[in-house]
C-alpha cells in the first residue's frame, strides 16, 4: 500500500504542476518568452532516481492593446495605430532524477514571431516583419527539500539555472518606406519578437505544493532570471523616430521574473482544474550591471485557470491565464529624457488580453525504483 500511495501522490502533483510552472510574459513588455530553467512541469521535481521525464509546452499570445502605466490608451486600436505581436513558442524539455530528490533538466525552445506596425515602416502604411528560430537554451538543477515519501502532504523545490544565448538577437528583416528616400531597408527587428537577447543569465526559482483538503492542494513558486549584460550591440533605429530617443539607440539585456499561485482539485483519476494568479514581466532595473540602452519594462497580473488530464505516465493540460491589470511604468532612459527635456515622458507597450498554454508530457520510469502507486493516483491534475 505504501508503494501505490507513493505513485498516487506523484501522478496528482505531477498534473498539478503542469503547465504551471511555465511562465509568459504577455505582449511585447517581456522580450520573449521564457520559463525556468529547471524544467516546464513540477514533475521534473517528481522524478524517482533514474527516472527521464521529457514534453512540450506551446504557448500563443496576440498582444495590441497599448498602454502608459496601467492606463490603456484604447485610440490606438480605434484609429488602427496599434502595434500587433503574434507570438509561438514550443519549449521541449528533459529531465532526469538524479536522486529521489535532486534532478536536472534542458529545455530546449523554438520560437515564431510576427510584428505588424505603422510606425516602423514610415508610419503611411502597416507592414509585417518577422523571426523564427532557436531561443536561448536553459540547463537547471532543482532539490527537494523534504523528503518526498515523508512529506507527502507539502513540500518545497529550489532551483538554480543557466540560461545560454542561443537564439538570435539581431534577426533583422525588411522595413519599408524607411531607407533613402523612402526605400525598404534591412534592419533588425523589434526586441519583442527577438529569439534571443545575447546574454548568458542566471536563473533562481521556487516552487511548493500543500494539501489543504482531500484531493484540494494550493500551490506556488515563481523565478527570477539574472541578465548581468547590459547592451548587446544591436541597434533598435529608435533614435530615426526622434532625435530625443538616441538613449535608445542600443538594445537592453533585461532580467526577467514571474511568480504565481492558486489551488488544484483533483476531479478523478485523471481529470483535475486549477485556479490560480500569475505576476510576471521585466523590471526597470536589473539586479546586477547597469540599466542603459533600451528595454520595455512592465508586469502584468492574471487571472490563471486550467485544466489537465493524466494516464499513467502521460500528462496533457492546458491553461489560459487573462489579464487583469497591466501596467508600463517609467523606464531608465524614459526617465533620462524628461530630466533632459523637462518633459513628462512614460513610453508605451502593447499587451495580450490571454495566453494560450498547453503542455504534454511523458515519463519514462527507471523499472528499480519502487514508487507508491496510490500516491501516483491521488495527484491526477
Known amino acids: 500500500m505504501k508503494t501505490q500511495r507513493t505513485l498516487y501522490f506523484i501522478t496528482f502533483i505531477t498534473a498539478l504542476f503542469f503547465g504551471i510552472n511555465a511562465s509568459n510574459a504577455q505582449g511585447c513588455v517581456a522580450i520573449r518568452h521564457f520559463s525556468s530553467c529547471v524544467g516546464n512541469t513540477l514533475e521534473s521535481n517528481l522524478l524517482g532516481q533514474g527516472d527521464i521525464q521529457i514534453g512540450s509546452n506551446y504557448r500563443y499570445f496576440k498582444s495590441f492593446r497599448h498602454f502608459r502605466g496601467?492606463?490603456?490608451?484604447?485610440?490606438?486600436?480605434?484609429?488602427?495605430?496599434?502595434?500587433?505581436?503574434?507570438?509561438?513558442?514550443?519549449?521541449?524539455?528533459?529531465?532526469?532524477?538524479?536522486t529521489d530528490r535532486l534532478y536536472t533538466s534542458v529545455t530546449i525552445p523554438t520560437v515564431i514571431n510576427t510584428r505588424s506596425?505603422?510606425?516602423?515602416?514610415?508610419?503611411?502604411?502597416?507592414?509585417?516583419?518577422?523571426?523564427?528560430?532557436?531561443?536561448?537554451?536553459?540547463?537547471?538543477?532543482?532539490?527537494?527539500?523534504?523528503?518526498?515519501?515523508?512529506?507527502?502532504n507539502g513540500n518545497l523545490a529550489l532551483g538554480l539555472g543557466l540560461k545560454l544565448p542561443t537564439g538570435s538577437y539581431n534577426a533583422s528583416d525588411i522595413f519599408y518606406n524607411v531607407g533613402p528616400e523612402g526605400s525598404p531597408q534591412v534592419r533588425p527587428v523589434d526586441q519583442s519578437i527577438q529569439p534571443g537577447d545575447g546574454g548568458f543569465g542566471i536563473t533562481v526559482?521556487?516552487?511548493?505544493?500543500?494539501?489543504?483538503?482531500?484531493?484540494?492542494?494550493?500551490?506556488?513558486?515563481?523565478?527570477?532570471?539574472?541578465?548581468?549584460?547590459?547592451?548587446?550591440?544591436?541597434?533598435?533605429f529608435r533614435e530615426t523616430l526622434s532625435p530625443i530617443l538616441q538613449n535608445e539607440a542600443i538594445m537592453a539585456v533585461p532580467d526577467q521574473f514571474s511568480l504565481r499561485a492558486g489551488v488544484s482539485q483533483s476531479f478523478s483519476n485523471t481529470i483535475s482544474g486549477s485556479l490560480g494568479a500569475r505576476y510576471e514581466g521585466v523590471p526597470v532595473k536589473d539586479l546586477i550591471g547597469g540599466n542603459e540602452g533600451f528595454r520595455r519594462p512592465g508586469n502584468v497580473l492574471s487571472i490563471d485557470p486550467g485544466i489537465a488530464f493524466m494516464k499513467d505516465n502521460f500528462s496533457l493540460n492546458l491553461n489560459v491565464p487573462f489579464a487583469v491589470r497591466r501596467d508600463r511604468p517609467q523606464s531608465v532612459t524614459d526617465k533620462q529624457t524628461e530630466e533632459a527635456t523637462g518633459n513628462p515622458r512614460n513610453g508605451d507597450a502593447a499587451f495580450a488580453d490571454y495566453l494560450i498554454n498547453v503542455g504534454v508530457s511523458f515519463r519514462f520510469p527507471n523499472k528499480k525504483v519502487k514508487v507508491d502507486p496510490e500516491l501516483m493516483n491521488q495527484f491526477s491534475n
Open 205 to 236: 526559482d521556487f516552487q511548493f505544493y500543500q494539501k489543504i483538503a482531500e484531493r484540494l492542494f494550493a500551490y506556488g513558486g515563481g523565478f527570477y532570471l539574472i541578465n548581468p549584460r547590459e547592451t548587446n550591440g544591436t541597434r533598435t
Open 117 to 152: 506596425s505603422l510606425y516602423e515602416h514610415g508610419r503611411e502604411e502597416r507592414n509585417t516583419t518577422f523571426s523564427r528560430g532557436l531561443a536561448d537554451i536553459r540547463v537547471g538543477v532543482g532539490y527537494w527539500l523534504f523528503d518526498l515519501e515523508k512529506h507527502q
Open 70 to 98: 496601467t492606463e490603456e490608451e484604447p485610440d490606438r486600436v480605434a484609429n488602427g495605430s496599434e502595434v500587433i505581436n503574434h507570438s509561438h513558442s514550443w519549449d521541449f524539455f528533459l529531465t532526469y532524477g538524479i
